[in-house]
């Protein structure tokens, strides 16, 4: 599998389809989703759909293409190469980045993320790299690395590294960048160490029992690491990386379908339609429409992720069964409208020298700008 370039002016949109699950077996499902190859994905109505004279005229086979797409035959070192390996240079040179988990509930969302401890997810092979390459570099550099992991569950938030700490507040700090007031800060470097924190972390994730056997989550899990590097003319750069396992969408698309209006405390993700409005508002080719961040605490938080100085990567996931055939059909459509979103990524600096090239490049552009008029 070919590793994709992260495209600065775009979001990076990756597919991944888990394995048949032993309960989709057990209740004959078939396989209805495909991957055709690195970036095709196939979803074919599922067969015995009684309703097949209606849709006559509508073909039994749809075809998606991603920046990349993945099936149970990837590892889980494949999808992190693939995904989010290459945005670790930019984070160390003073790029923002994100990378975030879509997708129905049982879809392997933190499967992709955290992982299991003998094949650990995105979470730790980034922090494992991350701290490579700050070991390469550490003759002509400073580096500081902090981590810390959060729980956005009904518009509150809570410190997974530190539960009894109560609800905390996010704050515009004075680059105008959203922070969690009062987060706990780690900065072990021990990967070992990371991994027994983030499954503790996210065993403290709020989760709710649904139908039958099912434990669903509604609760978002951001591990956000933020690097500060600082070089021999004490230039400055910082670089965040937003690593998301969000809530389970399939309430969120059923809302969407039934027009069911947002409802505080109702069993309707708030967050996740919040991102759902920005993703629709950001990926309108036609207009420049108002984007609404501040609907909810995960978009106010991936403001610069969504719309502008991050690099993103959305990974959304289905399941390949005939039974889910609903829910993959709306998270590949979601997907789909996502490819579509522009970002501008910049690095984040500071130095009396770069204030003075960034107004150059002001400046340029500007003339630029005034030779076209
Ligand atoms: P979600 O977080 O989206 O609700 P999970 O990550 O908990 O879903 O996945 C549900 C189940 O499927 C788990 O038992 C998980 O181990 C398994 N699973 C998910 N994705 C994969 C995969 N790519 N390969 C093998 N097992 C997977
Ligand atoms: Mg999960």
Redo the contacts with the bound molecule.
């Keep these: 599998m070919k590793d994709i370039e992260t495209k600065d002016h775009q979001l990076t949109v990756a597919l991944?389809i888990?394995?048949l699950?032993d309960s989709e077996l057990e209740e004959s499902a078939t396989i209805v989703a495909h991957r055709v190859d690195d970036q095709m994905v196939v979803l074919m109505d599922p067969p015995g759909d009684h309703e097949d004279v209606l849709r006559a005229n509508r073909s039994r086979e749809k075809a998606y293409m991603f920046d990349v797409a993945f099936d149970?035959s990837t590892s889980q070192e494949e999808l992190y190469r693939a995904t989010t390996k290459g945005l670790i240079h930019g984070l160390i040179s003073g790029y923002n980045a994100t990378v975030f988990a879509y997708?129905?509930?049982?879809?392997?969302?933190?499967?992709?993320m955290l992982g299991?401890d003998k094949d650990p997810g995105i979470y730790v092979r980034t922090l494992n790299d991350l701290f490579h390459s700050i070991e390469e570099t550490s003759d002509s550099m400073m580096y500081s690395v902090s981590m810390s992991y959060l729980e956005i569950y009904n518009e509150m938030i809570r410190d997974l590294l530190n539960p009894t700490s109560g609800f905390l507040d996010l704050r515009e700090d004075s680059k105008g960048e959203i922070q969690v007031a009062g987060i706990t800060e780690v900065s072990t470097v021990n990967a070992q160490e990371i991994m027994e924190l983030l499954v503790k972390g996210n065993r403290q994730r709020t989760q709710e029992p649904t139908a039958a056997n099912r434990t669903s989550?509604r609760s978002h899990a951001l591990l956000q690491v933020c690097v500060k590097r600082q070089d021999l003319n004490q230039e400055v750069r910082f670089g965040r990386l937003f690593m998301i396992?969000l809530a389970?969408s399939e309430r969120a698309a059923q809302t969407q379908n039934t027009g069911q209006r947002l409802k505080e405390g109702a069993h309707i993700n708030r967050s996740l339609l919040a991102l759902g409005n920005c993703i629709n508002a950001l990926s309108d080719k036609n207009a420049h429409r108002y984007v609404n961040y501040r609907d909810s605490k995960l978009t106010r938080l991936l403001k610069d992720s969504l719309g502008g100085n991050s690099r993103t990567v959305m990974i959304a996931?289905i399941s390949p069964a005939s039974i889910a055939f609903e829910e993959s059909r709306n998270t590949l459509s979601y997907a789909d409208r996502a490819k579509h979103i522009r970002t501008r990524v910049k690095k984040n600096m500071t130095s009396v020298s770069h204030h003075i090239a960034q107004y150059t490049s002001i400046i340029t552009e500007l003339r630029g700008e005034i030779q076209r008029l």
């Excluded at 509930?105 to 933190?110: F, I, L, N, R, S």
């Design positions: 991944r888990r394995p699950s149970y997708g129905p509930t049982g879809c392997g969302k933190t499967y992709t299991t989550s396992d389970g996931h």
